[in-house]
């Protein structure tokens, strides 16, 4: 039975040739990633292809699914420059993808072929009109849409340099994952969205939907899923409890993040739950 990780980044030589020949960000300087965020010291390393296949053997994960991640910064830029630093992108993996069984991809923005699906910012659900297009193409492909956290702000001097990672990135996914089930689901009902990270922890707050009138039942949708990186066992037994173990699916958010502790959270549910979060949904998903 085939295993996946259904949240992992990979950057190709052609989007790192790309990042480094930029002068505003996102771009690569020396070990050192600026985007509006600020600047991040990184491991092209982590970038390797080899090296990401040994991460998943030691993990026991047999196929990764790549996107290219928004929290670069790529909505505040324009058309061309967007356009460019995708296709890059787009353009090393389809060879990676060629090259290997071990790797799979959500194409970013828009559908592609030989693509498992679309990855979008989180922003973009925020206006569904101007977003319309891309998700009729999803509903009528059976394409999974994955929804990763947008970038934010470089965090203010006054503030850890934490904040963005515990409050900006999950206010942002739980303002999607609150979008669509207000205005989303109803217009694409069988559209198959997978948040990353538990929506930000958009379910916890179904409690407090409930008291503003919304009937929570309608949260319980068979094509609505939360992907569990940076999570640990709390969160992601509260989701198991709320909407049942076949909406959830395993991701790691590597190399952005160590992947042990949740990984180490979903063995320790048992083995018919990890292979439900593994195997089941994602082969339902993305196979």
């Known amino acids: 039975m085939t295993t996946y990780d259904l949240h992992q980044h990979l ?6 040739a ?29 970038h390797d292809p080899v090296e990401r296949v040994r991460r998943l053997d030691a993990d026991g994960i047999d196929v990764a699914v790549l996107s290219l991640q928004p929290s670069l910064g790529l909505e505040h830029l324009s058309t061309d420059e967007c356009s460019a630093l995708e296709e890059a992108w787009v353009e090393g993996i389809r ?41 009729d193409a999803a509903a009528a492909a059976d394409a999974l ?52 990270m538990l929506a930000g922890g958009g379910p916890f707050q179904l409690e407090r939907l409930a008291r503003q009138g919304l009937d929570v039942r309608s949260t319980l949708d068979p094509n609505t899923f939360l992907e569990v990186s940076t999570h640990g066992r709390r969160a992601i037994e509260l989701c198991i409890e709320t909407f049942g173990v076949d909406q959830l699916a395993y ?37």
Not at 19 to 44: I, S, Y
Not at 106 to 128: E, I, T
């Open 18 to 46: 790309e990042l480094r020949a930029r002068t505003a960000p996102p771009l690569l300087a020396g070990d050192e990633l600026v985007t509006c965020e600020g600047r991040f010291v990184l491991d092209l390393g982590d």
């Open 145 to 196: 849409v994955f929804v990763h956290p947008n970038a934010g702000l470089e965090t203010r001097a006054d503030r850890p340099p934490w904040w963005e990672w515990v409050v900006g990135y999950p206010a942002r996914m739980q303002e999607a994952y609150v979008m669509w089930l207000a205005e989303g689901r109803h217009r694409w009902p069988s559209l198959k969205v997978l948040f990353a």
């Open 95 to 135: 060879t990676l993808l060629a090259e290997s069984t071990r790797f799979a991809a959500f194409s970013p923005s828009v559908l592609r072929d030989g693509f498992r699906g679309v990855s979008l910012g989180s922003s973009v659900l925020l206006d569904l009109d101007r977003a319309a297009p891309v998700l």
């Open 251 to 287: 991701g790691s958010d590597t190399p952005v993040v160590d992947s042990q502790p949740t990984l180490e959270a979903v063995r320790g549910f048992g083995d018919a739950v990890m292979h439900v979060l593994q195997s089941d949904t994602p082969g339902r998903l993305v196979a």
């Open 11 to 16: 950057w190709p030589s052609g989007l790192v």
